[in-house]
């Protein structure tokens, strides 16, 4: 998991493949960190962000999924109207901006592309390597 402000620069991160936990119990499980250093921003994500709505002083702006109706069962959704088919398009834009820097860091460190065969640590240690990297060309460019 990462932060990283417009210009792709990385703000905070997590580590490497965490264990697998959804998006929504990782934010409950930060969110004293992600309110103490991101008060006032707007974060970017998917729809499994929308949790983090409830976070005082951050704003999170996600993909909406369906119009009205109940979350769970879907009983009573409706079709998007045009605005909210356009939103998502600007959303879904930014976000792939967003996780840009990823694909760079897979370009340059081959090992980062699949199954890490040296196991978690070293997995974990690639991507600290990475994330480093990726934050000495962001300086200079």
């Known amino acids: 998991m ?34 103490t250093n ?6 970017i994500g998917d729809s499994h962000f929308l949790w983090g709505n409830t976070l005082d002083g951050i704003k999170f702006v996600v993909p909406t999924i369906w119009c009205a109706g109940d979350a769970d069962t879907m009983e009573g959704a409706q079709q998007l109207n045009e605005q909210e088919k356009q939103d998502n398009k600007l959303i879904h834009t930014t976000h792939a901006h967003v996780e840009g820097p990823f694909s760079h860091m897979k370009e340059t460190f081959e090992a ?5 065969a040296d196991g978690e640590e070293q997995q974990t240690c690639m991507f600290w390597l990475a994330v480093g990297v990726h934050g000495v060309h962001k300086c200079h460019s």
Do not use: C, E, M
């Open 2 to 35: 990462v932060i990283q402000d417009v210009s792709r620069k990385i703000k905070k991160a997590w580590g490497g493949y965490s264990p697998k936990i959804h998006n929504s119990q990782f934010l409950k499980a930060q969110q004293d960190t992600i309110v």
């Open 38 to 43: 991101f008060a006032g921003a707007t974060i």
């Open 112 to 116: 980062l592309k699949g199954p890490f």
